[in-house]
């Protein structure tokens, strides 16, 4: 049976932040109910594979998991949070032999290759088309969305059976084509960097819970996770969130069957 490992649940900073005593972050340094690290899930099927973004933690990540390798890697957007880890992967590839493969919509590539010029000598790059593509059984299709103050950010549909999965971990504000996009999921994926973030409007690129949960009402998805959660998030808190709403956690795994989603 396919199922999903959250790598990371954290927004761009992870928890704790670095420079950060707020109670959460010295929680995160204790028992560490509240560690994120930066938001990536790894999808597991018996073929196979695949990495849902490679941040900074990655190597870590893959580590908690006790995971060597991974060969195939979706990229949702070219953030620092979402790409860092990248050239410790194509390390990896080069010191195995073994070339990865990277998918993710043109622009997408593009950014990475100026941004790390090395990594084509040890990945193969695959453009994700509109249309999307197929790996392990799971049809793939991207989506752009409104990622707010900090620009555009591809969400993922991912169906397999009667089993369809959204991956949005970096939006804001969607308009109705890009919720289109997330409706009638059996499971949702969705980054919330707080539960209620006062920042102006204006200077956000993340959803709150509060936002959130009143999308929800639109969307309609069976099962959601929260994921992306910054240290204003804690874990241990009983929000006021829908029952079929979860706040992901560091190593939290999901079966994917419609039954058990
Ligand atoms: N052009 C940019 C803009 C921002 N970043 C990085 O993205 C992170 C901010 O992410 P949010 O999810 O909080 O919007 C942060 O790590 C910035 O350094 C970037 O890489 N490129």
Known sequence: ????????????????????????????????????????????TAEGDILIDCGPDWVTQMEQIEQRFVSHTLITHAHFDHIAGLPEWVDACRWLGQRGHIYSPSEVLETIRAQFPWLPRHLYFHEIKPEGMELYGWKIEPHLMCHGKNGMSYAFRLTKGDMCVGYCSDAINLSPDQKLFLMNLDLLILGTNFYHEEAEFHTRSVYDMVEAIELLQELQPSQVYFTHMGHGVDVEERYAIPSNVTLARTGMRIALTVEDA
Do not use: H, Q
Request: with cysteine.
């Open 1 to 44: 049976m396919d199922e999903l490992i959250f790598l990371g649940t954290g927004d761009s900073m992870g928890v704790p932040r670095v420079y950060c005593d707020c109670m959460i972050c010295e929680e995160a340094r204790t028992t560490g109910m509240n560690r994120r690290y930066r938001s990536a899930v790894m999808i597991r």
